[in-house]
């Protein structure tokens, strides 16, 4: 199995910019297989579903971002270290949240929707202040 801690959440102001960090554990990441992994960020504010993000896939460098970021947000992934990250800009109020990493092998799609990750970090809080 594979374990995700997220860090590097915190206060920033509107316009501002925070990166978060992901990093994996475990037998899992050891092996080829992890290589071909997809991770994932997602958050969720009061009261809302838990929203994608950013996806990128490992092998490839494939990135997808939801619309509500755009460009704003960047994630990237860096192999040797088993770590990924979300690079926030232009951070706006709306973008406060709990923040997830989330990994899988195997999405039905692209990205893959939020059911097929079986991995998930404990979260990240973000506030954004105006």
């Known amino acids: 199995q594979v374990q995700l801690v997220e860090s590097g959440g915190g206060l920033v102001q509107a316009g501002g910019s925070l990166r978060l960090s992901c990093a994996a554990s475990?037998?899992?990441?050891?092996?080829?297989?992890?290589?071909?992994?997809?991770v994932a960020w997602f958050r969720q504010a009061p009261v809302k579903v838990r929203g994608f993000v950013a996806g990128?896939?490992?092998?490839?460098?494939?990135?997808s971002n939801s619309n509500s970021v755009e460009d704003r947000f960047t994630i990237s992934s860096d192999v040797a270290k088993n770590t990924s990250y979300l690079r926030m800009d232009d951070v706006r109020p709306q973008d406060t949240a709990e923040y997830y990493c989330?990994?899988?092998?195997?999405?039905?799609?692209?990205?893959?929707?939020?059911?097929?990750?079986?991995?998930w970090g404990q979260g990240a809080q973000v506030a954004v202040s105006s």
């Open positions: 989330a990994a899988v092998l195997y999405g039905r799609g692209w990205p893959p929707i939020v059911d097929d990750y079986d991995c």
């Open positions: 475990g037998r899992a990441v050891n092996t080829d297989a992890f290589t071909r992994y997809t």
């Open positions: 990128i896939r490992r092998s490839t460098g494939r990135t």
